[in-house]
């Protein structure tokens, strides 16, 4: 699935409810994260990016891209 990056950086500072309701993000899954850790995360694998949110609010705070040279992964 095509994730709009842009819309996504224009979405730092906002809860994760809002973004799911914005339809960017493809996954029922909630992020998650060990107790006690103030961040919580979701790996969207397959769109091959990582989000990071703050454990109060929910609140993304970094999104992290992962660039594969496909040539070397076949």
């Given at each position: 699935?095509?994730?709009?990056?842009?819309?996504?950086?224009?979405?730092?500072?906002?809860?994760?409810?809002?973004?799911?309701?914005?339809?960017?993000?493809?996954?029922?899954?909630?992020?998650t994260?060990?107790?006690?850790?103030?961040?919580?995360?979701?790996?969207?694998?397959?769109?091959?990016?990582?989000?990071?949110?703050?454990?109060?609010?929910?609140?993304?705070?970094?999104?992290?891209?992962?660039?594969?040279?496909?040539?070397?992964?076949?």
């Amino acid at each position: 699935m095509a994730i709009n990056i842009e819309a996504l950086i224009n979405c730092l500072d906002k809860s994760y409810q809002e973004i799911f309701d914005e339809g960017l993000i493809p996954y029922k899954t909630k992020p998650t994260g060990y107790p006690g850790d103030p961040d919580i995360t979701l790996d969207m694998i397959k769109e091959e990016m990582y989000l990071a949110f703050k454990r109060e609010g929910k609140i993304l705070f970094a999104i992290e891209l992962i660039f594969l040279d496909q040539k070397k992964t076949h």
